[in-house]
């Protein structure tokens, strides 16, 4: 098995994971928390923003965005995640693939967002290109990945 099906396989392994486990039982969120409403200000995304949130799960994320009144775009490797994304976000554009291959056109976002899932891609510097290569010159990028100062950590709740 040469190193592209080797990739292949694993993407496969995890978007199984993801669709059967993982997101089993998701359905669209119909409110956004507090916390990620305080986070969309605290970013400014504002009205007509182009924003992409890549592994954007069932899009809660990207429900603050939208009631800011920026137009909603995401990526999962996901198919489940993508479903419930684009019932949730209906004026929104959703695709299942990986984030090492993104399929929008360079210079367009606003905002590239990857909350929490960086550490979990094949090949996270190819994602990382990608995100830089849709994203407009003066884009804002908002990346989360856990930490050793990571509260849950501290708490005792996580040991990844």
Same mark, same amino acid.
């Given at each position: ?9 694993r993407?496969a392994?995890?978007r ?5 486990i993982?997101?089993?039982s998701?359905?669209p ?5 507090? $916390?990620?409403r305080r986070?969309? *200000? ?5 009205k ?7 592994? %954007?799960g ?12 920026a ?13 419930? %994304? ?6 929104g ?14 210079? *367009?976002?606003?905002?590239?967002? %990857?909350?929490?899932?960086l550490? $979990?891609f ?7 290109k990608?995100?830089? *290569? ?12 856990p ?5 849950? *950590? ?7």
């Open positions: 098995m040469n190193m592209k099906d080797n990739e292949t396989a993407l392994e995890i199984s994971f993801y669709d059967s993982y997101y089993k998701a359905k969120s119909t409110t956004v928390s507090r $916390h990620l986070l969309a *200000r605290k970013i400014g995304i504002q007509n923003q182009q924003v992409l949130d890549v592994a %954007c069932a899009g809660e994320w990207l429900l603050a965005c939208k009631e800011l009144g137009a909603t775009n995401g990526v999962d490797l996901s198919e489940k995640a993508i479903t419930v %994304c684009k019932t949730a976000l209906l004026q554009k959703f695709y299942s693939t990986p984030a090492e291959s993104l399929p929008f056109e360079d210079n *367009r976002f606003d905002v590239v967002t %990857c909350l929490g899932s550490e $979990h094949v090949d996270p510097s190819k994602a990382l990608e995100m830089v *290569r849709v994203a407009k010159n003066d884009a804002t990028f908002l990346l989360l990945v930490n050793a100062d990571f509260l849950t *950590r501290r708490l005792g709740s996580f040991s990844g």
